[in-house]
T-cell receptor, first 108, second 115 residues
């Protein structure tokens, strides 16, 4: 099956810093999403981005489908950005497979 | 819009008992829902695909007799953990696709503790 790798596994930053999270996948996909899991376990859908670039406030994402990777950018980090960021991909409009996530700690 | 409601949020049960978790799509119909399990500090692992009006499709290694899935209507799927044991303690979360092209929406999850 398709493999999803996220990097880095852990990231510690000072408040105000910028960060880039990466998601590599092993095969072509037609579904890619970025999620933020908060401390209570809730998965927040950040972007549905099988290709192209999207922005939402301080967050933006780019997926280069032909090169099988996606990037999530967080600018001017805030402590509330802390948590785990997951990339999930799917090859059909069916199940999606999650990467292992990037655990982000924003220090005040 | 596109809300998936999951109940209960947390449950503690005794070893050997069964627990039912409900997943509802509140403002859309979902012919397919998905059940995931997450152990502490790990990723989400797909357990099964729940299909309205038919049998669920289980991922390899998931015991279908232990994790019973029923998708009786277009807005409700249930996961029953039968004869629960402490190793079944985990975070269970469901999801559905409100509309193709807009990605998955997840419920808030159920934290199960078996004592």
């Amino acid at each position: 099956g398709i493999q999803v790798e996220q990097s880095p596994p852990d990231l510690i930053l000072q408040e105000g810093a910028n960060s880039t999270l990466r998601c590599n996948f092993s095969d072509s996909v037609n579904n890619l999403q970025w999620f933020h899991q908060n401390p209570w376990g809730q998965l927040i859908n950040l972007f549905y981005i099988p290709s192209g670039t999207k922005q939402n406030g301080r967050l933006s994402a780019t997926t280069v489908a032909t090169e099988r990777y996606s990037l999530l950018y967080i600018s001017s980090s805030q402590t509330t950005d802390s948590g785990v960021y997951f990339c999930a991909v799917g090859q059909t409009h069916d199940k999606i497979i999650f990467g292992k996530g990037t655990r982000l700690h924003i220090l005040p | 819009g596109a809300v998936v409601s999951q109940h209960p949020s947390w449950v503690i049960c005794k070893s050997g008992t069964s627990v039912k978790i409900e997943c509802r799509s509140l403002d859309f119909q979902a012919t397919t829902m998905f059940w995931y399990r997450q152990f502490p500090k790990q990723s989400l692992m797909l357990m099964a695909t729940s299909n309205e009006g038919s049998k669920a499709t289980y991922e390899q290694g998931v015991e279908k007799d232990k994790f019973l899935i029923n998708h009786a209507s277009l807005t409700l799927s249930t996961l029953t953990v039968t004869s629960a044991h402490p190793e079944d303690s985990s975070f269970y979360i469901c999801s559905a696709i409100p509309l193709r092209g807009y990605g998955y929406t997840f419920g808030s999850g159920t934290r199960l503790t078996v004592v």
